[in-house]
């Protein structure tokens, strides 16, 4: 048992699977955490915007939008 054990340590093959899965991970991971962090600032941007543009009001119509 034993020594399969160790035979079984001392393969490399799939390591390198393992390491993209590894990376990958890790990066999907940031990816998630970026987009949550930026989430609620960009929401709240969005909106202060829109209602700028809502409380906008115009004085007189220009020709080239009648």
Same mark, same amino acid.
């Given at each position: 048992?034993?020594?399969? *054990?160790?035979? #079984? #340590? $001392?393969?490399? &093959?799939? /390591?390198?699977?393992? =390491?993209?899965?590894?990376?990958?991970?890790? *990066? /999907? #991971?940031?990816?998630?955490?970026?987009?949550?962090?930026? @989430? &609620?600032?960009?929401?709240? /941007? /969005? $909106?202060? $915007?829109?209602?700028? *543009?809502? =409380?906008?009001?115009?004085?007189?119509?220009? $020709? #080239?939008? @009648?």
């Amino acid at each position: 048992m034993h020594i399969q *054990l160790k035979k #079984f #340590f $001392e393969q490399e &093959d799939g /390591a390198v699977t393992v =390491d993209f899965v590894v990376i990958t991970s890790a *990066l /999907a #991971f940031l990816a998630l955490l970026t987009v949550v962090g930026i @989430r &609620d600032r960009a929401v709240e /941007a /969005a $909106e202060r $915007e829109g209602q700028a *543009l809502a =409380d906008y009001e115009m004085e007189e119509v220009p $020709e #080239f939008m @009648r």
